[in-house]
């Protein structure tokens, strides 16, 4: 199953004359494309199964995470605390309940692709987080919402989607905190993933004897490319949706 369904993957060659086309297992993934003098379809595969295989352990960090007792704790901790008491403690760059979870967190931000890691309690406020200039109050934002539906059953893992802020395209990760042996709904762990800097890393050609590797999403955009040239990056005048190779 193709886990980046948001993303089309297309592979060109040096020099090719041929169009190589397989289907991703999810419909929603679009195409993957190779355009090779050689059987390009298998390393176009290699590198799609790199990628879900990446992306899945990011997803399984984040489940991880989200039973470490000492999260668990802090967001136990937290319902003694009415919303004003939390509120004033969420000030920049600084824990609400313990200095050194957020300190924690900074440090894997810092040295990571992950731009951003939050725990709230259970009715949707941060209380611990690698950066504290965003929200207070989130259970109204999609992620945590969607993290809430008994249909995701726990865990939500966006469509990348491109940050006005950050000037990126990222993913948003949310897994329920459920306590200990009671299972008992406490809170929510999340992350945001800066997708660009994630694609980035297999956006090298160097070793695969082909010119380019890009990602484009749906639409055509492309999102991410290891050219040399980053002009077409993000660029709505160059969109490739009905250029025959990606069709």
């Known amino acids: 199953q193709m886990i980046i369904s948001t993303t089309t993957l297309v592979v060109f060659a040096a020099t090719g004359i041929s169009d190589i086309k397989a289907t991703t297992t999810e419909s929603s993934s679009g195409e993957l494309l190779a355009i090779s003098t050689k059987n390009l379809s298998s390393v176009a595969a290699g590198v799609r199964n790199s990628l879900d295989k990446q992306l899945s352990n990011q997803y399984d960090q984040l489940k991880f995470w989200a039973l470490a007792p000492q999260f668990q704790d802090v967001a136990v901790e937290a319902q003694d605390y009415s919303k004003a008491e939390l509120q004033a403690r969420y000030t920049p760059l600084s824990s609400n309940l313990q200095p050194d979870i957020s300190a924690y967190f900074l440090t894997i931000v810092n040295s990571t692709e992950l731009d951003e890691l939050i725990i709230t309690d259970s009715r949707g406020y941060v209380i611990a987080a690698s950066d ?116």
């Open 132 to 247: 504290t200039t965003g929200a207070f109050d989130v259970s109204q934002e999609r992620w945590y919402e969607q993290v809430n539906n008994a249909l995701n059953k726990g865990f939500y893992g966006s469509k990348a989607y491109w940050s006005e802020t950050g000037g990126k395209w990222v993913i948003d990760m949310a897994a329920q905190m459920k306590y200990g042996g009671s299972g008992d709904y406490i809170g929510v762990i999340k992350a945001t993933l800066d997708y660009t800097g994630f694609m980035g890393q297999f956006f090298s050609a160097a070793g695969i004897d082909c010119y380019e590797v890009k990602a484009v999403n749906g639409a055509g955009l492309i999102m991410g490319t290891s050219h040399g040239d980053k002009s077409k990056v993000d660029n709505p005048d160059y969109i490739i949706r009905d250029f025959q190779y990606y069709k």
